[in-house]
């Protein structure tokens, strides 16, 4: 075992179980802040294996903005009372799924590469970016677009007409006025 | 000097843990959270290639690493529009649920125009 075998050691099981609890906890709330330290457990994982920019930039838009944003989204939603976990079959079943995969997924893997230690030799930050900018600069440039794309769609879901035809019986506006009226009535 | 089944090992664990939690939770955030772990497993693969599988002319692993972030940002933005969309339309967020939106309002759950939880109540 080698130093970074060691780090590694350490991050990944710091990932793994946290993405554990992740999965497993029955607040909401606290399933986020599990996946909060998933991600930034990834992060550490990019980092140890020498992909320092990969790393950072998981650090900034997973950590930073995704899960604001689904902490933003739990808030707004406040939905405490629904059960989160399905039933004791459907739990059953997907831990089956689950293990299945993580067997098939880990046993192909190890296979093929075996268990032999090999040299960290990656790309320089210099050509990460010579490969951004100069090979992947059509996929990054449609990236920006559906990066906008995203943006407009959002807005344009989460405001649109409730049922998604526009049926006075569906808007969610005249509900809270006519309640407010049965009150002053009574 | 590091040895790759070990990022491989990690691949399959959260990959694993990604699908137990997209079919075992109801609540739809919940569901988000195992589609994020399957992406982060997605992206430790391809850098643990990069990493490990010698010379890249490209840097290919890391960009598209890069660009699987991104494209995970966009689709969390617009699935929590969608979760946003279905709460007001709904009342609540359980995907075992009745879904539809221009369904009949069910008795036993908040249809559409019927305000959540406590308001209802009223």
Do not use: K
């Amino acid at each position: 075992m080698s130093g970074l075998d060691v780090l590694f050691l350490a991050v990944g099981l710091l990932t793994a179980g946290s993405a554990l609890l992740a999965v497993l906890s029955r607040q909401v709330l606290h399933a986020a802040l599990w996946l909060v330290v998933t991600l930034a457990g990834l992060a550490g994982c990019y980092l140890v294996l020498g992909a320092e920019l990969v790393g950072l930039v998981q650090l900034l838009v997973y950590v930073g903005a995704v899960v604001v944003l689904i902490l933003f989204a739990l808030m707004l939603t406040r939905s405490g009372g629904v059960p989160v976990v399905t039933g004791r079959g459907q739990r059953g079943g997907a831990a089956l799924v689950g293990a299945g995969t993580t067997i098939l997924l880990g046993g192909t893997l190890v296979a093929g590469s075996g268990w032999r230690a090999v040299e960290v030799a990656g790309p320089t930050n210099t050509e990460v970016a010579e490969g951004v900018l100069g090979v992947y600069v059509w996929p990054f440039e449609l990236l920006s677009a559906l990066l906008l794309l995203a943006l407009v769609a959002a807005v344009a879901i989460a405001r649109a007409p409730v049922g998604g035809q526009d049926d006075a019986s569906h808007r969610p506006g005249p509900a809270p006025r006519a309640l407010a009226a049965q009150g002053e009535d009574a | 000097m590091i040895r790759p089944a070990l990022p491989y090992l990690l691949v399959a664990v959260l990959a694993g843990l990604g699908v137990y939690g997209i079919l075992a939770r109801r609540h739809a955030v919940l569901v988000l959270v195992g589609v994020e772990l399957l992406l982060g497993a997605a992206g430790l693969l391809l850098v643990t290639v990069g990493q490990t599988g010698g010379g890249d002319a490209h840097a290919s692993a890391q960009v598209l690493t890069l660009f699987v972030i991104t494209i995970a940002a966009a689709e969390v933005v617009v699935a929590l529009a969608v979760v946003l969309a279905l709460y007001r339309a709904r009342g609540h967020l359980d995907l075992a649920a009745d879904l539809d939106p221009r369904g009949r309002p069910d008795a036993s759950v908040p249809g559409p125009g019927h305000l959540p939880d406590g308001e209802a109540a009223r």
